[in-house]
């Protein structure tokens, strides 16, 4: 009861920091977020900023000891406001020869530089996920990527496409069969990861109808 007790604080402060972290991921990787949080450096910045917001909570209270009701407001304080915290600059001295000079460490800066790290981390990861299903789609009939790329740009109801319709498709034959399907599904890939995958994956239910529609004929 008495550990429940003394930790009982830590769950609010972290309950915020992980919100907080949530909220900079799903800024950064808003079109791929659900892919982002499975990658393993998606829970290492998560956990990053809980093990911060927990390192501040427990500076405050050791510098003031408070009251059962007082540590969880103080908790609250500290899982709102570390990111206000991160923007203080801690100035370190030390004699450097004759002259004594301020040597400024920013805690801001690491943070970025922990941030950046793990957002580098997750971009790999999707981008090895992107290249995976491009490598599937551009290996699809041509007529069904040329279809699903018409159905798009007319379901999006894009006027200017229309009017260059003709001319796209005709610069776009000059290119090498392979070239055609790999720049089709590039395209598709652009509106998003889950819309080229269900492209992907409804494929060879349409390209049976298709087979089966022109032996009928």
Sequence with gaps: MWLAGLLLPYLPAGALALLWGLVELAQTF????????RSP?????????VLLTGMVLAMLELAFPLEPRQRLLLALLAGF????????????FQPLGEQHEAVALSILDLYRRFQRFCW????????????ALLDRASNLPLDYLRHSFRLHRHAS????????EAEFWKRL???????????LAASLLRIGYGFLNEVVKRAPAQATSAQRSSMRE
Excluded: C, K
């Design 30 to 37: 808003e079109s791929d977020l659900g892919r982002a949080l």
């Design 41 to 49: 450096w998606a829970l290492v910045f998560l956990a990053g900023n």
């Design 81 to 92: 406001g570390w990111q206000a915290l991160l923007r203080t600059r801690i100035h370190l």
């Design 120 to 131: 580098r981390q997750i971009d790999q990861t999707l981008i090895a996920e992107r290249m």
């Design 157 to 164: 109801l894009l006027s200017d496409f229309e009017q260059r």
């Design 173 to 183: 034959s000059q290119l090498p069969e392979d070239e055609q399907r790999l720049y």
